[in-house]
């Protein structure tokens, strides 16, 4: 049955003047989008924002061939287009990759999507990326499956994916002006051939767009990823949002180039800029007015295993697998079971942001009150959506901004663990004063404990520890605090100069 067709425009629409958190994403999205896509969505942890803090997703690197090259990437590493740069993940064949599928979604419950998104092009890669697909949708069929590609193939493929119940398809798209594009990409490689400079970004921008109209057509969702290059396609980036959204897009997701010179890549080579955390924010908030944008993307590797963030893969290496006795019929029982606790995890927690909305104002701040300034705050988390995480622990942040219209997800911040164990903040000055440089901007870090060595390095930067809503709600505690600094007159005041070194 061909599902009817749902763009950005429409998911917007349907999200109509959402006044608490942001809109493109969290309860307020799933609580409006219409229900055959909610049930797309709600548990994939890259399309909802909200299911990030709650399900697990995992890749298969399956996929070793690419048909175009581009310049921030070097082959010997992960596809750079779903994978932070300079990462090898292990090539498997498919039906190691199905084993090893079927032993993580016995293992690990929450885990519901598979993706395959490299360590090459899945598109490239046919013959092992349908296969893999096609016994998966046998023997697990619980499972979404999701695949990600730089769309060069894609139009001749769409016709497989649809076959195979694939609903979730990301095309990387960088440009849709083939002099931005030939700057990106040296060359392709198409019907056989090696074509080279503007006449190469001129194919694969067209076979990505009619890629991208066939499956909107087919109501497959359509993620785009866009690497934003600095002073190549970061202003550019805006008009790609557009188009793409007008073509039926639903989601974009603007990701940092990562270009050091030790990944031997093109522009690490070049010393062409990264952007910073500020720049990337900047563009993606231009982009939003268009767009649905995703900002919870941890570029994560071809094989990576768990919630995003976290890194599970040492669990289930091949000779561990070989020795798991797997009961799928079982597995997929538990996993029910353990979706519905989810879902009615989820559905109280909406019924009480929504009371609280009724009783106090938007996200427990006052209506009443006048515009005061943004904050941003970090937040420590594992997972659930509620603060869990000790401050030293921490191998990266949530950053959220708190206003007088609510409290929305910015994105986050990776760092290295200040405290590796025990119950003291100790040692570690370093991975301190890194996490405090991965700081910078946010005026509040909220975590289930601060120790005591790094409260004050923390206050003498300008950014104040507080410990105080240890399990509590992320956007509930934002705002609580926020609320305290309102009445504690420190928003009518500009924020205290940051002291980093
Ligand atoms: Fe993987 Fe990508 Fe599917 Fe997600 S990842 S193929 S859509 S299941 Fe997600 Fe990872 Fe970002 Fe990709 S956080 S890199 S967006
Ligand atoms: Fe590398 Fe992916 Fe680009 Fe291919 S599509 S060159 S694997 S970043």
Known sequence: MELPVINASEASASEGGCASHSCGSTDDQMGHLPEHIRQKVYNHPCYSEQAHHYFARMHVAVAPACNIQCNYCNRKYDCANESRPGVVSELMK?????????????????????????????????????????????????????????????????????????DHVTITINCVDPDVGAKIYPWIFWQNRRIRGREAAEILIAQQQKGLEMLTARGILVKVNSVMIPGVNDEHLIEVSKVVKAKGAFLHNVMPLIAEPEHGTYYGLMGQASPTAEELQKLQDACAGDMNMMRHCRQCRADAVGLLGEDRGQEFTMDKIEDMEIDYAAAMVKRAEVHAEIERE????????????????????????????????????????????????????????????????????????????????????????????????????????????????????????????????????????????????????????????
């Open 346 to 501: 989820l559905a109280l927690k909406q019924q009480a942001h929504e009371a609280k909305v009724q009783l106090v104002g938007i996200d427990g701040l006052s209506k009443t009150k006048p515009a005061t300034r943004p904050v941003l705050m970090a937040v420590a988390t594992k997972g659930g959506g509620v603060i869990n995480e000790h401050f030293g622990h921490a191998r990266e942040f949530l950053v959220y901004e708190a206003s007088g219209s609510g409290v929305r997800f910015i994105g986050h911040r990776k760092t290295t663990p200040y405290c590796e164990g025990g119950d003291t903040c100790g040692d570690g000055e370093s991975a301190l004063d890194q996490t405090l440089r991965a700081l910078v901007g946010c005026e509040v870090v909220l975590a289930s404990k601060v120790g005591y060595e790094p409260w004050g390095p923390l206050e003498a930067a300008g950014i104040q520890p507080n410990g105080e809503h240890a399990m509590e709600v992320i956007e509930d505690a934002v705002a609580a605090v926020y609320e305290e600094m309102r009445v504690a007159g420190k928003l009518d005041a500009k924020p205290a100069q940051q002291k980093v070194a």
């Open 94 to 166: 498919p039906d190691q990759a199905v084993k090893k599928v079927m032993a993580v979604a016995a293992t690990i419950p929450q885990m519901t999507v598979l993706g395959i998104a490299g360590p090459g092009d899945p598109l490239a890669n046919p013959e092992r990326t349908f296969q893999t697909f096609r016994e998966l949708s046998e023997k697990a069929p619980d499972i979404k499956l999701c695949v990600s590609t730089n769309g060069l193939s894609l139009p001749d493929c769409v016709e497989e994916l649809a076959k195979h119940n694939i």
